[in-house]
């Protein structure tokens, strides 16, 4: 047995570079270690600012509507950042939201600090940092594949930036529960403004060719508009745009029910809630590495509706159980196939879209299932006060599993009008 060893390293060794295939391109290995340093600090702060509003204020109201604010301009200001994300250099729009989130984290964690901090600043910085991310998401998603430098390393780029968001989702809260314990919620929005610097120092230091000319004599609207005809007429991305934006609204909302669900239902406390979150990030996490092993992006319109068939039947089991060991194993499917249905969805779309669109249609992405995410906080929680926690999780899932069904059957047309998009990629690889 001993001979094959060598053999053995040398499979795990190629394994692991096709893995991380994306990072042999440097302007996207820059990227990547500036973000990972960066999100860290903004899960700090994600986790800080809800601990301070429910601190001074005691209300679950006021958490919505920080929430709220911070999620809408996603929703309202999307068609207008999409045109500019298309319209003007996307590295230069980079460094304004960056530097300008930066300054965002350094206000809060002056009048954090100062004592001065008051529940109408939080509501307005949330806002703010709302506007500023508007931009910024579209943006960056669509500059994602401009630093990969082969087109076959989309997928892989996509599916590793969707795991270090997932890999910072564990590490910053876990770093702010320490910090706000030891020297308070301030010194995590001063942590998370510093973090900034990671990214602009990676963003001054990738060198891009300049954007082909853009006209931009056009209105707003009117390009917009084109962008949403283009996504209309190619049937592929309006049905991954209408199936996510399904999730975003009946599925998603899983997660802002999980509080009520663990106290009411489980009977459990902070712990078990900590426990269970960790067990949907665990199975986001999990999803993305595979996707990060996958060759590049042909066939993965057909694990789009598998995906959200077992998110919608993992919901499903867990809004049924009444034991934490077998609602961890439900959050981690649910975690599992919605990271795989978003992640998948963004690298089929980046994939196909035309490059002098995909700012556009990376708006429209960020509308569906960001933008819309509120609306399903606001109805999920409104219908768990009329007919309880469970029966609202058991009807969101129900509504996700019929869509994805719905999705599925219209697999065949769909594959069709991908094959020339794929084919063409093929010959690059």
Not at 357 to 371: E, P
Request: net charge positive; with cysteine.
């Amino acid at each position: 047995m001993e001979h094959h060893h060598p053999v053995v390293k040398r499979a795990r060794a190629s394994r692991a570079r096709f893995l991380f295939r994306a990072l042999s391109s440097r302007n996207y290995r820059l990227f990547f270690m500036g973000q990972g340093i960066s999100l860290i600090g903004t899960w700090m702060q994600q986790t800080a600012m809800s601990w301070l509003v429910y601190r001074i204020t005691g209300s679950t109201i006021l958490l919505g509507v920080v929430a709220f604010s911070n999620q809408i301009p996603t929703l309202l200001l999307g068609p207008f950042a999409g045109v500019v994300a298309d319209r003007w250099e996307r590295k230069r729009i980079l460094i304004w939201t960056q530097s300008l989130s930066m300054l965002q984290a350094l206000i809060l964690a002056g009048l954090v600090l100062a004592g001065a901090v008051q529940t109408w600043h939080i509501i307005a910085l949330s806002l703010f940092i709302g506007i500023v991310n508007a931009f910024d998401i579209p943006v960056r998603q669509s500059f994602v594949v401009q630093m990969v430098e082969r087109k076959e390393d989309f997928s892989n780029a996509i599916a590793l930036n969707s795991a270090i968001f997932n890999g910072a989702r564990f590490i910053g809260p876990t770093v702010a529960g320490i910090l706000i314990s030891t020297v308070g919620e301030g010194g995590c929005f001063l942590l998370n403004g510093i973090s900034f610097l990671a990214v602009l120092a990676g963003l001054a230091a990738i060198k891009v060719a300049p954007k082909q000319g853009h006209n931009r004599g056009g209105a707003v609207w009117q390009e917009f508009y084109q962008g949403i005809r283009y996504a209309y007429d190619f049937k592929p991305i309006i049905a991954i745009l209408a199936l996510l934006s399904l999730f975003s609204i009946a599925g998603a909302p899983y997660l802002v029910l999980l509080p009520a669900f663990t106290k009411d239902v489980l009977h459990g406390g902070a712990h078990t809630f900590g426990f269970l979150m960790s067990a949907a990030g665990i199975g986001a996490l999990a999803a993305t590495m595979y996707l990060a092993s996958r060759k590049n992006a042909d066939g993965l319109i057909r694990v789009i509706p598998v995906a959200s068939i077992a998110c919608g039947l993992g919901i499903t089991s867990f809004a049924l159980s009444r034991s934490i060991g077998l609602s961890v194993i439900c959050l981690f499917t649910a975690g599992f196939g919605m990271m795989t249905q978003i992640a998948s969805s963004n690298t089929v779309i980046q994939t196909v879209v035309d490059e002098d669109k995909r700012g556009r249609i990376m708006s429209l992405y960020a509308m569906s299932l960001m933008g819309v995410m509120p609306l399903g906080s606001l109805i999920a929680g409104s219908v768990a006060t009329r007919i309880g926690v469970q029966y609202t999780l058991l009807s969101g899932a129900a509504c996700c599993i019929i869509g994805a069904l719905i999705f599925a059957g219209r697999l065949q047309i769909l594959c069709e009008q991908l094959r020339p998009a794929f084919s063409d990629m093929a010959k690059h690889d």
